[in-house]
């Protein structure tokens, strides 16, 4: 017998290579029904944040504004460029302070959907 007794057949000739099991589908592209409905929820997030902050600033929080100046902050605010030509008005009445808290988890929900459509692609 050859080898070195006790080494638990690793020097006598009895090979412990791993085979790599991988099996063979039918379907080589079985995640595409999950990315289908993935780049789904990705459009409707950044299609209710556009809206959500169309209604919020035309109608809340800057009701000067225009309906193009409410998606132009919104897109600004999405891709995290903010210009500075547009700012929310701030005060210390209680439509300034709540803006400035929507503004603040607005940003923060279009750091997020952002992320997560850069994520998909």
Do not use: H
């Amino acid at each position: 017998e050859s080898g070195v007794k006790g080494d638990g057949g690793i020097f006598n000739g009895k090979s412990k290579q791993k085979r790599w099991n991988i099996p063979l589908t039918s379907k080589p592209f079985q995640g595409f029904e999950n990315l289908q409905s993935t780049i789904y929820y990705c459009t409707l997030a950044i299609s209710l944040y556009f809206f959500l902050g169309i209604l919020a600033f035309l109608f809340w929080l800057e009701p000067k504004w225009t309906v193009i100046d409410a998606l132009y902050f919104s897109m600004t605010t999405l891709t995290t460029v903010g210009y500075g030509d547009l700012v929310v008005s701030g005060g210390s009445n209680l439509r300034g302070i709540s803006g400035k808290a929507f503004v603040s988890f607005f940003n923060i929900y279009a750091v997020c959907i952002s992320v997560s459509a850069l994520g998909v692609i």
